[in-house]
């Protein structure tokens, strides 16, 4: 079975400048999560997803970040304008049917300089 | 509101012996209890979870952890530290699908 498959895996970018970011979930898994990591902290969920419907994006600055799931599958992630602090590992997750267990893809890390 | 609290931010072990991590929670109800394990560069990866039952609850790579209610813990042991077991180990805590709740990690390092 794939796993959770996240590109790019690295990227640096000039603040102001404009990120996307792609997630492609495990087969059949309907609940779709976006991740931000900073360095030294725990992830902290930005948006998820079930299907193509937003459930939870209460954490997701909407002034720079917004997310779309278009036809309920794979996902993207995108920031406009970046800014230093949005320098961290952007992990995607999904879960199935069974929603028990969230299955995360290796992440991007992005660095704004 | 949830929160998850893991103490120690590095925890130096040398190999063979044991470790210990420690996680505490705060969650309104009774959730799903989560470690990870995450090598540098490398997405999460799931170690055990606890949903219900049996408190000692076995996961992969030797790890093992226990659940207690009275205390809102569930720490991480493993009997015998492999010099491969140096990595940051997160718990979370949630509910059936719903997004989960990192402690702030612990990072461990294994002495030859």
């Known amino acids: 079975e794939a796993g959770v498959a996240q590109s790019p895996r690295y990227k640096i970018i000039e603040k102001r400048q404009s990120v996307a970011f792609w997630c492609n979930p495990i087969s059949g898994h309907a609940t779709l999560y976006w991740y931000q990591q900073i360095l030294g902290q725990g992830p902290k969920l930005l948006i998820q997803f079930q299907n193509n419907g937003v459930v939870d994006d209460s954490q997701l600055p909407k002034d720079r970040f917004s997310a779309e799931r278009l036809k309920g599958v794979d996902s993207t992630l995108k920031i406009q304008p970046a800014k230093l602090e949005d320098s961290a590992v952007y992990l995607c997750?999904?879960?199935?049917?069974?929603?028990?267990?969230?299955?995360f893809g290796q992440g991007t890390r992005l660095t704004v300089v | 509101a949830q929160s998850v609290t893991q103490p120690d931010i590095h925890i130096t072990v040398s190999e063979g012996a044991s470790l210990e991590l420690r996680c505490n929670y705060s969650?309104?109800?009774?959730?799903?209890l989560f470690w990870y394990v995450q090598s540098p560069g490398q997405g999460l990866q799931l170690l055990l979870k606890y949903f219900s039952g049996d408190t000692l609850v076995q996961g992969i790579k030797g790890f093992e952890a226990e659940f207690k209610r009275s205390q809102s813990s569930f720490n991480l042991r493993k009997p015998s530290v492999h010099w491969s077991d140096a990595a940051e180990y997160f718990c979370?805590?949630?509910?059936?699908?719903?997004?989960?709740?990192f402690g702030g990690g612990t990072r461990v390092l294994v002495k030859p």
């Open positions: 997750a999904s879960s199935g049917p069974s929603n028990t267990e969230a299955f």
């Open positions: 979370a805590v949630g509910l059936a699908g719903d997004k989960l709740t």
């Open positions: 969650y309104g109800a009774t959730p799903y």
